[in-house]
């Protein structure tokens, strides 16, 4: 059985903490796109954690966490992140990383700050992660496969072709030091070292894993609207978001997919530009912020302060509907308990006219938000774990985005704990 937890919105949903409670009833948990640009928070009875590329699962000693062929692998950020873990008392996972994932390379990362700062004013708001350069790379066919480590031939003729090309950019067009090929070809083999006991042919271990009636997790990093086809392009990751992709990214055929859980947030927030029809500013944002996930809404990764919005029905919609979701998860609900009414966006007004479907950016531009607004409900709903305890308007709120986005919501998280969680 193959399940995948993917975000319906601009990333920061709350998957972590849902694969991370699921992760308690897999086998296997594999990240099959992006890399160490985004984060998920976790909290459990070890402490507080922000994963960027290790799977949410490496908590539990029964599961094996899989970086598949789709990730940007920063190997020393993912050896970094092991020794982080355990050194707060995780018990080491078990990992296995695809032969076949590119290596993110410390020089993706400076062409990454190299272009936002030439941008300038017109920079595209980049976790400067190096994700961009790295797939550019890849699918130029310039990028290092984690198998042409072992092979010192290719290797050795590799490096020297990729510091040529390399360096007439960053002398000419970003005048900035040259990359020295003997430098990168001793780098190169001190991440083989690192990597070397997790290597593994993860397409073939997977394959034999369905055969074997295990429970596989597919776990996706940011949401549908950071999809470089189906997102607020030009202001989109550089790797797909969506469950479809988790099939590419971890080597399985797509009809084994069978349920694709899709999370979804009681309110919005994004880090990073682009369009973001429902957002608002200033105290009432602050607020929201201040209150909203464990701790306040900032970037996993990059600390920033999200960019707060009311729940977008339309986006949300479209984002589940890209997805293909199955069922929805939806979380941080007990944020908004201090409000006495709750503005819903339900429609975007473009030229005069209201739509509700999700339109290509430079018509989102353009949009205005519609809002219906529900009342509140007051009060603090953490501990609840029973659906028909919740309040009454507090029941509406969730039947209301539910009626929207036109999945059942089986899931309902009220608390940044593992098992602050309402099953429907």
């Known amino acids: 059985m193959v399940r995948a937890i ?42 507080k954690f922000a994963l960027h590329l290790l799977p949410s699962g490496v908590f539990y000693q029964h599961t094996t966490c899989v970086i ?3 990730v940007a692998l920063n190997i020393p ?4 992140e092991i020794d982080d873990i355990v050194s707060q008392g995780v018990p080491k996972p078990h990992i296995l990383v695809s032969d076949r994932a590119q290596i993110l390379m410390p020089y993706h990362i400076d062409f990454d700050a190299y272009e936002e700062e030439r941008l300038g004013g017109k920079a595209f708001g980049s976790t400067k992660s190096g994700i961009a350069p790295f797939y550019s790379d ?8 984690v198998s042409e480590l072992f092979d010192e031939d290719t290797l050795k003729e590799k490096v020297v072709r990729i510091a040529e090309q390399k360096n007439i950019l960053l002398e000419h067009m970003y005048h900035k030091p040259l990359i020295d090929p003997d430098e990168l070809l001793e780098t190169l083999h001190e991440y083989r070292d690192i990597v070397k ?8 271990f997977l394959n034999n894993a369905i055969k074997e009636g295990k429970t596989i997790l597919l776990e996706g990093q940011l949401g549908t609207l950071k999809d470089p086809d189906f997102g607020i392009y ?6 797909s978001t969506l469950a479809s992709y988790g099939a590419i990214g971890a080597g399985i055929p797509c009809y084994e997919i069978k349920d694709i859980i899709t999370v979804v947030k009681a309110y919005s927030s994004a880090v990073g530009g682009g369009e973001f029809v429902s957002e608002i500013f200033g105290k009432e944002a602050d607020e929201l912020r201040r209150r909203g996930g464990d701790g ?31 069922e929805v998860a939806l979380t941080v609900l007990d944020v908004l308990g201090y409000l006495d009414e709750i503005p819903v966006c339900v429609g975007y007004e473009i030229d005069g006219e209201v739509t509700k479907d999700f339109p290509v950016t430079s018509q989102l531009k353009k ?33 209301f985005i539910e009626k929207e986005l036109g999945v059942p919501i089986t899931m309902v998280s009220n608390g940044p704990g593992r098992h602050e969680i309402i099953y429907r």
């Open 6 to 47: 993917v975000g319906a919105n601009w990333g920061d949903e709350g998957k972590g903490k849902i694969t991370d409670m699921l992760g308690e009833k897999s086998d296997i948990i594999v990240r099959f796109q992006g890399g160490s640009n985004a984060g998920h928070t976790i909290i459990n009875e070890y402490g």
């Open 68 to 70: 598949g062929n789709g």
């Open 77 to 80: 950020y993912l050896q970094r």
């Open 138 to 145: 890849k699918y130029a066919k310039i990028g290092f496969q």
């Open 197 to 204: 006991p997790y290597v593994a042919d993860v397409s073939l």
């Open 234 to 239: 030009p202001m989109v990751t550089s790797s």
């Open 296 to 326: 306040g809404e900032f970037g996993a990764t990059t600390g920033r302060p999200r960019r707060m919005g009311w729940f977008d029905a339309v986006a949300s919609r479209y984002g589940v509907r890209m997805q293909g979701a199955t």
């Open 367 to 399: 949009a205005k938000p519609v809002y219906e607004t529900l009342p509140g409900w007051k009060e603090d709903i953490r501990g609840i774990t029973e659906y028909d305890k919740l309040p009454e308007n507090c029941r509406k709120y969730i039947e």
